[in-house]
């Protein structure tokens, strides 16, 4: 059965800092793998996604992240955080006969001024 | 654009009683799907619809009933609400399926409290 796990709960990061949130998937086959952000009060917003190709993918903000298939993990990235990304992280996998996504259990990003 | 509009944004009920959650896209997706979203638990997938007049159960489907009647609604019903139903929803719907190329697009939620 496809899986997300995300170790940290919370993070946080001063403004100007790198940024890593990591993930890991259990999925049989290649998966389909997407970071999404969620800030306070609101819905979900897609960051950027991987199918395919390129293992490095670039999103919106400035994020990206790297699909590395013998570690099984996702990581999304940022060189240098801004107060704005102060939000909570979703990483999620699909690809799964149903077609749906599987969420993780979130990071939340605080930055400190 | 609207895209993912959900009703109401929040709601109190008491413990027995029932309500629809509703939501409407206008984007013409014929993937929708509902999340509840708990502390600590990340978002849950509780009903899901790949188009109209033809829905399926996700991960955590007790208590609640859908129906898929036409593209751009998709409601949530609660029968008989009880207090672990206290959460927030969220409706979400794609192009194509929500785990291959369609890029699921959210609703702002729906804050539920059960008392």
């Known amino acids: 059965a496809q899986s997300v796990t995300q170790p940290d709960i919370h993070i946080t990061v001063s403004e100007g800092a790198s940024l890593e949130l990591r993930c890991n998937y259990s999925?049989?086959?290649?998966?389909?793998l997407f970071w999404y952000v969620q800030s306070p009060g609101q819905g979900l917003q897609l960051l950027l996604k991987?199918?395919?190709?390129?293992?490095l993918v670039q999103g919106i903000k400035g994020f990206e992240a790297e699909f590395k298939r013998s570690q099984s993990s996702f990581n999304l990235r940022k060189p240098s955080v801004h107060w704005s990304d102060a939000a909570e992280y979703f990483c999620a996998v699909g690809g799964g006969s149903q077609g749906n996504l599987i969420f993780g259990k979130g990071t939340k990003l605080s930055v400190k001024p | 654009n609207a895209g993912v509009t959900q009703t109401p944004k929040f709601q109190v009920l008491k413990t027995g009683q029932s309500m629809t959650l509703q939501c409407a896209q206008d984007m013409n997706h014929e993937y929708m799907s509902w999340y509840r979203q708990d502390p600590g638990m990340g978002l849950r997938l509780i009903h899901y619809s790949v188009g109209a007049g033809i829905t399926d159960q996700g991960e955590v489907p007790n208590g609640y009933n859908v129906s898929r009647s036409t593209t751009e609604d998709f409601p949530l019903r609660l029968l008989s609400a009880a207090p672990s139903q206290t959460s927030v929803y969220f409706c979400a719907s794609s192009y194509g399926l929500a785990g291959g190329s369609g890029e699921l697009f959210f609703g702002e939620g729906s804050r539920l409290t059960v008392l």
């Open positions: 999925y049989g086959a290649t998966p389909y």
């Open positions: 991987y199918f395919s190709g390129d293992t």
